[in-house]
């Protein structure tokens, strides 16, 4: 049944076999498939069967710990998040290619993907709408990825973001609900200008309030002013400008970020993706959709973007600034000081290399150091990326307030001690019932990596799960900024081929809780399914962290 069920999700995923339940079975089919548990460890499940092995019950039991409340308590501590600051004082956790449900350039593509990204605190997605022979369709331009109507993905975006109150406050409420906090909608528009009015109404008619247009104006704050509290409830659309010496050359329409070209691909024997019909480039911008963006004209930078200023006129108000992450990366780590104060002023949006075609990541510490808001991630897989992307936001409403410059740059010796007692109830790995394990554990930072790990120790597994005791300890002494993450990893080692990752927990240093704490271990899909370790962590010294 089991192997059933993952062959029929593999098949859709590679867009092989459509699914014919209803829209909430494709949801929970996706949801199943590419969701990730990383909040067991901020909100440990009430009345869950939890496992421990016996050497775990008893070092527990020699250290007076009460069991019961320990798999009550949280492991990670995230902090509320103030929603009345200026949107540009944020990270905001961000999706690309949100459509795809698998690899780009193969990709199948799904509205239900859009649902599935907001339901996991997404608060920026990606849209690529293209004119077809059968209206907008949304793809990933002249490649083998499979398309999916226009207005079916507005509308299951629609019906995600949920209306809010801006008079609701922290307080009050904790963090609200995910689905209210203000989604950002970045457009990738390759429909020709005279079309796009056709767009403009499919999204009007999907959104309506929800909608942030140019009239709204009157009852806002200025666009570099206005909070999350103040868009509760709201769809902020990202529409890109040109610049006039660039829209005046009707042949030098810049070219799609990095989406490969398969110029030699006959797309009419390829009847899954209706036939596009504009040509691969960017549009020129319509009026009608341009109000619509009104709050974020997003326009891809000339070099020397990041110490310049961009007055309102001649360009637009409330510009944010997209930026391949190539270009962003070749100016560090000598402009960093540039790209902190850039971000200051502007939202800006990097989005991964076109050179990507598996849909790897771009490196989100590197991203946030520099003070970029919208670091565009693919969460088609439980990368390394994707595990600090969870370590960041898991347990907010998608935004987290971005340090001051001061201690984005600046750094704490701090000490930190840990000890590892043992893993309880870890899944048997296909053909191995004995086998020697160890975990690793990684200090993740952007000026690198150090690790530690224990010894190798054998066991055998028992119903289907294994146990391991190490009862290790560590010290490390480094200097810690706000971008300090720690990473276990439990392998098991084999002397002859490469060591396989069988669990993994990622999360900030500044958020781990003092004590023994049972933490919640994922597998390399991201989730949980029976591991724990027993461990404790502490942060000492001058400079010791704060949640």
Known sequence: MLASTIASVSEWLRGTRMPVGSRHDDIQLLSEHLGVDTELNINPPVGYSVRLSPEVLAFLADESVDTFELLQQAAVHVPLVDDTLPLRNYFISSSHNTYLVSWQIFGRASAEAYTHVLSRNARCIEIDVWSSSKGPIVTHGYTLSRSVPFSSVCEAIGAAVTAGSKEDTPSDVGNGNVNDWPVFVSLECHVPVEKQDEIVEIMKKAWGRKLVTKADTASLPPGDMVSPRDLKGRIVLMVEYYPDDIRSDTSGMAPSCGTPILSDYDHSSYDANPQLVSPHRHAKIAESLADLG????????????????????????????????????????????????????????????????????????????????????????????????????????????????????????????????????????????????????????????????????????????????????????????????????????????????????????????????????????GKHVGATVLCRFAVTGPGALEA
Not at 305 to 330: A, K, Q
């Open 294 to 525: 009104f709050y974020a004209r997003s326009m891809k930078p000339d070099k020397g973007w990041e110490h310049t200023d961009f007055p309102d006129p001649p360009y637009p108000p409330n510009l944010m600034l997209n930026v391949d992450e190539t270009s962003i990366v070749s100016l560090m780590p000598q402009k960093l000081s540039d790209l902190v104060i850039s971000a200051e002023c502007y939202l800006r949006r990097v989005y991964p290399s076109g050179l990507r075609l598996n849909s790897s990541n771009l490196d989100p510490l590197k991203e946030w150091q520099n003070g970029t808001q919208i670091a565009c991630l693919n969460w088609q897989h439980y990368d390394e990326e994707m595990q600090l992307n969870e370590g960041l936001f898991a347990g907010t409403m998608g935004y987290v307030v971005k340090p001051s410059q001061e201690l984005t740059q600046g750094s704490r010796n701090i000490h930190f001690t840990g000890e590892i007692i043992g893993v309880s109830s870890l899944p048997l790995p296909e053909r191995h019932e004995t086998f020697s394990a160890y975990i690793s554990v990684e200090l993740l930072q952007v000026t690198g990596k150090q690790s530690w790990r224990t010894a190798k120790v054998e066991s055998s597994g028992v119903g289907g799960v294994i146990d391991f005791t190490w009862r290790e300890s560590f010290k490390w002494q480094f200097n810690a900024d706000e971008f300090t993450f720690l990473r276990l990893r439990v392998y098991r080692s084999d002397e002859f081929g490469p060591h396989e990752c069988l669990a993994i927990f990622c999360g900030r240093i500044s958020q781990l809780q003092p004590g023994w704490k049972i933490i919640r271990l994922l597998n390399t899909k």
